[in-house]
């Protein structure tokens, strides 16, 4: 059985040899990239090509994949820098970049470490950003500066393939004496407004106080005034009444008062003793006499 099979090597050894290198060099020239990944391809050291997803071919033996990159995007480690406000006020930046690799061929030839690369690049950016900012505007403004981050890192990494998807300001913190410091602020703030609101508060109520005076001086003066005008009118018929009577109207009005009087001191609560002067019953007399000329 080995002899068969030693002769049948020996004169199918061409043969063989042949379908040996046809199998090698299939297994070689053909590439399947995943959806996530791009090859870099090199021919004898240099760029040749770059394969993109699903089946490809090279050249067996000349060919060679030198680097499989993939194109998901990527968050670098949070990373927190100490920057100096224009109002020189120390603060602790914590900063995430995410990014992904577009064109692998750029990557890989131009920039050994791209996680280090952006994170340098990125703290200077932040660095300069926050140095042109006052402190309040680096708490209020937070968007506006990591807009400019994302532009700015945007600009530097274009040369290296890469597009930053999105850059990310996780927290600003500051030592222990600036909190301490605006929290005082902060406090004298919150007071000033609680005095402010109290002194606006009485200001109103004495506008308010002063209003209601001057309402009460005006509907006494408008009471006055009607009972004034009320009382000329009264005065006015009774001028007519004795111009027109003679001086028997004024007497009747002067007698009918009295009698108006009289009742009203006899109608008070607990008035068992009624003292009538004598010119009382005269005045009865008159009114009625008075009474019975007219009629």
């Known amino acids: 059985m080995e002899q068969i099979l030693a002769e049948f090597v020996g004169s199918n050894a061409i043969f063989l040899a042949l379908a040996g290198f046809i199998i090698i060099s299939i297994f070689l020239g053909v590439r399947i990239v995943p959806q996530s990944e791009k090859f870099v391809v090199e021919r004898f050291g240099r760029l040749r090509a770059v394969l993109g997803p699903g089946i490809n071919f090279i050249v067996p033996f000349l060919?060679?994949?030198?680097?499989?990159?993939?194109?998901?995007?990527?968050?670098?480690?949070?990373?927190?820098?100490?920057a100096i406000t224009s109002d020189n006020v120390l603060v602790s930046v914590e900063t995430s970049v995410f990014y992904r690799i577009l064109e692998p061929e750029k990557t890989v030839y131009r920039i050994r470490d791209v996680d280090a690369a952006i994170s340098t690049t990125v703290a200077g950016i932040v660095r300069a950003g926050i140095g042109e900012m006052e402190l309040d505007e680096v708490q209020s403004n937070r968007q506006e500066l990591i807009d400019k981050i994302q532009e700015q890192v945007a600009q530097a990494v274009d040369?290296?393939?890469?597009?930053?998807?999105?850059?990310?300001?996780?927290?600003?913190?500051?030592d222990q004496a600036t909190r301490e410091a605006m929290l005082q602020q902060l406090n004298a703030e919150r007071a000033r407004r609680a005095q402010v609101t109290e002194a606006e508060g009485t200001k109103r109520s004495v506008e308010l106080n002063a209003d209601a005076e001057l309402y009460a001086a005006?509907?006494?003066?408008?009471?006055?005034?009607?009972?004034?005008?009320?009382?000329?009118?009264?005065?006015?018929a009774v001028a007519k009444a004795i111009a027109a009577n003679g001086l028997e109207a004024a007497q009747y009005q002067v007698a009918l008062k009295q009698v108006e009087g009289?009742?009203?001191?006899?109608?008070?609560?607990?008035?068992?003793?009624?003292?009538?002067?004598?010119?009382?019953?005269d005045a009865f007399g008159e009114a009625f006499n008075m009474l019975k000329g007219r009629k």
């Not at 005006?218 to 006015?236: F, G, L, N």
Request: glycine share 6%; no cysteine.
């Open 63 to 82: 060919d060679r994949v030198r680097h499989k990159v993939s194109v998901l995007e990527r968050q670098l480690p949070s990373a927190s820098q100490d």
């Open 159 to 174: 040369d290296w393939g890469i597009e930053v998807t999105r850059a990310e300001i996780l927290d600003v913190n500051l």
């Open 218 to 236: 005006e509907q006494k003066a408008k009471a006055r005034r009607i009972s004034a005008d009320a009382e000329a009118y009264a005065t006015e």
């Open 262 to 281: 009289l009742v009203a001191l006899g109608s008070g609560e607990g008035k068992q003793t009624i003292v009538i002067p004598t010119s009382a019953i």
